[in-house]
């Protein structure tokens, strides 16, 4: 195999994958490594969902039914306050499929675009030449193997191995993800023991559920009478555990058996406010570009992708040195708009997390915040819908909340605290500078706005 290529990608998952083949098609040379076997690619995973409207949207033939990659197409998604009660629906349809099927298949069409794959192949460590990232060592089989691009991406996930390994000459932050800035996921496949009597995900509108004060949720499953049942909390795996209990004890089950259960981590944690150093990017779950309302990175990080290839190829096209300087326009760009937004919805977090069950129910049951409408205008645009006339009509029925005891003040307190500290995110990273000579002093200023957001944590009250 070449070992020089154009580009250099370490990690084939849906990003890294997608990344390579936008700029295999632009005629580019594309080399992913990856530490699992082919045979093995994606089997970590049982089955995801993405939006449907990413297939159209960035040009990837959707799953065929009666494939072993399709499940279902659902439109609705019921969300439940405290206790399993109060209902709100989101209209907004979504694909469900296996993953290890979907992975293989974006693979193959990768590979025919002429990307390259080196697989069974871990990350040992990057090559620097004159303070630039010109290549990575990787273990095949004992041996260790060395390859050059003129650009390397890290998209290995939440390891982000390749970022954090970095020398400070090249640019980018090396922060490594924290247990308090991972959201520690668990899902089981369950199987109803007496399908025939009401249970969840059987209703046109409760296919997919979620109870957002538990970060629980049931999807559909390609089992006959399975389902998905999936929790996670920050802060490690026991804590999703304890989650579910919490929730079982809140809204029972019918009996069910557990067939299968996988294990996962997404990042909620700022990104690098560099995605770009001297010869390298950085994308994905590595530069923490999860949605904060959902844990998905798949969508927003194939957004990313689209404006670091129109960058990446007009550079290779000019024969241009991959600087971080050169690449600047990616992080201008980027966060300017999705990075801002997305920012601003994670520095939201904390404020949800200190409502107790009581705060969280009267926001359902008053339809809003937590609103089949908000959760709707989240997913297509990354921000909720705050109009004068609605904000207005928010404040009345927060007042209304503490008046008659429904809503705590200490939640409002938190809610408008970390309401005007997103705003003051989300306004400086619209500000994002041009000039590169300008990013350190924004850099202070961006610092200190995040100091004043909490970490995450376990909040669940027994």
């Keep these: 195999m070449n070992n020089q290529h154009d580009i250099i990608i370490v990690g084939a998952g849906p990003v890294g994958i997608y990344f390579g083949m936008l700029l295999a098609k632009k005629n580019h040379s594309v080399l992913i490594v990856e530490r699992e076997s082919k045979k093995n690619l994606g089997s970590k995973m049982d089955q995801f969902h993405l939006e449907s409207m990413v297939f159209d949207k960035y040009r990837i033939p959707p799953p065929v039914e009666g494939t072993d990659e399709f499940i279902t197409n659902f439109e609705w998604t019921s969300y439940y306050g405290p206790y399993g009660k109060h209902q709100q629906l989101m209209n907004y349809p979504v694909t469900a499929m296996r993953f290890q099927f979907f992975i293989q298949r974006l693979a193959k069409l990768a590979e025919a675009e002429g990307v390259e794959f080196q697989f069974s192949s871990s990350f040992s460590e990057v090559i620097i030449k004159d303070s630039m990232l010109t290549g990575v060592r990787v273990q095949n089989n004992g041996e260790i193997k060395e390859f050059y691009g003129k650009l390397i991406v890290d998209s290995t996930g939440t390891s982000a191995i390749v970022r954090h390994s970095l020398p400070d000459e090249i640019g980018v932050e090396k922060f490594k993800i924290e247990d308090d800035e991972k959201m520690y996921v668990i899902q089981r496949v369950i199987q109803w023991n007496n399908p025939e009597e009401p249970h969840p995900g059987t209703d046109k509108y ?257």
């Design 206 to 462: 409760e296919e997919s559920i979620s109870w957002l004060y538990y970060k629980t949720w049931v999807a559909p499953h390609f089992a006959p009478n399975a389902n998905i049942f999936g929790g996670g909390q920050p802060g490690g795996y026991e804590n999703a555990e304890k989650a579910v209990e919490i929730f079982l004890k809140d809204v029972p089950f019918p009996p069910y058996t557990i067939l299968e259960e996988h294990r996962a981590t997404t990042a909620y944690r700022r990104s690098p406010f560099s995605l770009v150093g001297n010869g390298f990017l950085c994308i994905g779950d590595s530069a923490c570009m999860s949605k904060s309302f959902s844990g998905e990175a798949i969508e927003s990080s194939w957004s990313a992708s689209l404006i670091a290839v129109d960058v990446i190829q007009r550079l290779l096209k000019e024969n241009l040195p991959i600087t971080m300087k050169n690449m600047w326009d990616v992080n201008v760009i980027y966060f300017r708009d999705q990075g801002a937004k997305l920012a601003a919805l994670l520095a939201q977090i904390p404020g949800a997390a200190n409502t107790t069950k009581k705060d969280v129910t009267y926001l359902f049951k008053k339809n809003f915040i937590f609103s089949g409408r908000d959760f709707t205008s989240m997913w297509q645009n990354l921000e909720m819908d705050m109009s004068f006339g609605r904000m207005i009509k928010i404040v009345g029925l927060f007042l209304w909340g503490i008046i008659s005891r429904q809503f705590s003040r200490k939640a409002l307190s938190t809610m408008l605290k970390y309401m005007k500290i997103s705003g003051a995110i989300r306004k400086h990273y619209e500000n994002f500078p041009e000039n590169i000579d300008e990013f350190n002093e924004w850099v202070i200023k961006a610092e200190e706005l995040w100091n004043h957001v909490e970490k995450m944590k376990y909040t669940l009250e027994k």
